[in-house]
T-cell receptor
Framework: EDKVVQSPLSLVVHEGDTVTLNCSYEVTNFRSLLWYKQEKKAPTFLFMLTSSGIEKKSGRLSSILDKKELFSILNITATQTGDSAVYLCAVGKGETSGSRLTFGEGTQLTVNP | DSGVTQTPKHLITATGQRVTLRCSPRSGDLSVYWYQQSLDQGLQFLIQYYNGEERAKGNILERFSAQQFPDLHSELNLSSLELGDSALYFC????????????FGPGTRLTVT
């Protein structure tokens, strides 16, 4: 059975702190790993990683994938209160048909002023 | 705004009833996905359509069905509703060249009383 496990499940930090969110996975026929940010409603796409060791960056957010060790991390530097959200990790697997995503439980990040 | 639209935003109905949720994908996207998010289960894949045809199925109940129309909008039909069907239902869409990069609509919150 496919598994996507995120840790920690929740995290409380102060503005300006740096945080690291973790995602490990066990899926057959891995194709891609994605990070989403979910505030009040819909998940918002952040990154998609398909190749090992490649870092993706967008402003204060960055992510790296280790396909050998089957995990990814999402780093947020200089956190702001607006970063408070649930961060979801999802994995796409190759199938004879379809491109479904399997999601982890998410990490609830709270950034206090 | 992801470009994916869903209606209605909220739906309150009684057990045993039938409802239809509607989704319009981003312009140019051929794939539409339906996901269910409940408190105890996280985001779960239900079904995928690609250009009008069913492409992949998750743990979708037999009481649930979906279709994608020639104009690419999709509908999710939920029948014989039970209390446990109360959840957020998201539609997502993706393009053919990056199928795993899925963009989510704002969701429909279904409450079954």
């Amino acid at each position: 059975e496919d598994k996507v496990v995120q840790s920690p499940l929740s995290l409380v930090v102060h503005e300006g702190d740096t945080v690291t969110l973790n995602c490990s996975y066990e899926v057959t026929n891995f194709r891609s790993l994605l990070w989403y940010k979910q505030e009040k409603k819909a998940p918002t796409f952040l990154f998609m990683l398909t190749s090992s060791g490649i870092e993706k960056k967008s402003g204060r957010l960055s992510s790296i994938l280790d396909k050998k060790e089957l995990f990814s991390i999402l780093n947020i530097t200089a956190t702001q209160t607006g970063d408070s959200a649930v961060y979801l990790c999802a994995v796409g697997k190759g199938e004879t048909s379809g491109s479904r995503l399997t999601f982890g439980e998410g990490t609830q990040l709270t950034v206090n002023p | 705004d992801s470009g994916v639209t869903q209606t209605p935003k909220h739906l309150i109905t009684a057990t045993g009833q039938r409802v239809t949720l509607r989704c319009s994908p981003r312009s140019g996207d051929l794939s539409v996905y339906w996901y269910q998010q409940s408190l105890d289960q996280g985001l779960q894949f239900l079904i995928q359509y690609y250009n009008g045809e069913e492409r992949a199925k998750g743990n979708i109940l037999e009481r649930f069905s979906a279709q994608q129309f020639p104009d690419l909008h999709s509908e999710l039909n939920l029948s014989s509703l039970e209390l446990g069907d109360s959840a957020l239902y998201f539609c997502a869409s993706s393009g053919s060249n990056r199928p795993y990069e899925q963009y989510f609509g704002p969701g429909t919150r279904l409450t079954v009383t």
